[in-house]
């Protein structure tokens, strides 16, 4: 049984920095492309940033250059280093495989940039 579980969202400052983490269960997470996604208010859920198995990577037009995902394998973790924050960054963010288990869905964080 896989679950992913997503912490370290909060409220920041527009220009701040908030650092989110995955947590995963499961004997494979290696070898899965993970992904970070964000849904805002009345919007879908997009895809923010993957991470392949290999360490490489992609993100959304609207974070490049301001978001950084990575992963730690032995600890069954990846991470979203989230600078440069703008208020349109607010939504509840998720981590799920890529491309998205809908049964792997977990709670999401709550991040909220605001002054």
């Known amino acids: 049984q896989v679950q992913f579980v997503e912490s370290g969202g909060g409220l920041a400052q527009p220009g701040g920095s908030l650092r989110l983490s995955c947590a995963a269960s499961g004997s494979v997470f290696s070898i899965y492309v993970m992904g970070w996604y964000r849904q805002a208010p009345g919007k879908q859920r997009e895809l923010v940033a993957r991470?392949?198995?290999?360490?490489?990577?992609n993100y959304a037009d609207s974070v490049k250059g301001r978001f950084t995902i990575s992963r730690d394998n032995a600890k069954k973790s990846v991470y979203l280093q989230m600078n440069s924050l703008k208020p349109e960054d607010t939504a509840v963010y998720y981590c799920?495989?890529?491309?998205?288990?809908?049964?792997?869905w977990g709670q999401g964080t709550q991040v909220t940039v605001s002054s």
């Open positions: 991470i392949s198995s290999g360490g490489n990577t």
């Open positions: 799920n495989r890529d491309p998205t288990i809908p049964r792997y």
